[in-house]
């Protein structure tokens, strides 16, 4: 679903999800991986009902992960982040596309998250806009996130009081 705009509302700073690296996806790979292996190696063993049964529990697990994953992957792929001079928005889901905004006239303060010292060399971050109201809105996977905090806090700035 398009962005509509409001009367007299601009966009000044639009983006995607920046993708995963793939040294993430080695790491979620690899997790997987050994799920499947151990869960085989319980189910070939054979013999005793407690490695039978551990071994379903282990491939039931692979599968919840591995679909995890996937929803992960197509929810951040459709994510699209938007900073107006009135409203600061993302759409994002995996299946159906969820909208959720906050007004820059509520928004108290925004903060800058590097969850690895990698996304820090690489200058990807999550911006979580908090409003006074206790609502969270986070535009996860951001590149250039100081410049967005900034485009942000100038709208907010800008607006008349």
């Known amino acids: 679903m398009p962005l509509t705009l409001r009367n007299g509302e601009a966009i000044l700073w ?66 699209h982040y938007y900073i107006t001079n009135q409203r600061v928005g993302c759409e994002k889901g995996a299946v159906s596309m969820k909208t959720r905004e906050i007004s820059l006239q509520h928004l108290s303060y925004v903060d800058l998250f590097f969850k690895r010292q990698l996304n820090r060399t690489r200058d990807v971050a999550n911006v979580d806009f908090h409003s006074r109201d206790s609502r969270k809105l986070t535009f996860a996977r951001v590149r250039e996130p100081a410049k967005v905090k ?12």
């Not at 319980?42 to 679909?67: D, N, P």
Request: without cysteine; charged residues 15%.
């Open 14 to 79: 639009e983006s995607r999800a920046a993708p995963l690296f793939m040294e993430d996806w080695a790491m979620r790979g690899a997790f997987l991986l050994a799920y499947f292996l151990i869960a085989m190696s319980w189910w070939s063993s054979g013999g005793f009902l407690f490695f039978e049964t551990i071994s379903v529990v282990a491939f039931v697990l692979t599968v919840i992960v591995l679909t995890a994953i996937i929803l992960d992957y197509v929810s951040l792929r459709n994510a």
């Open 150 to 161: 900034q485009i942000a806090l100038e709208a907010k700035n800008s607006l008349a009081p």
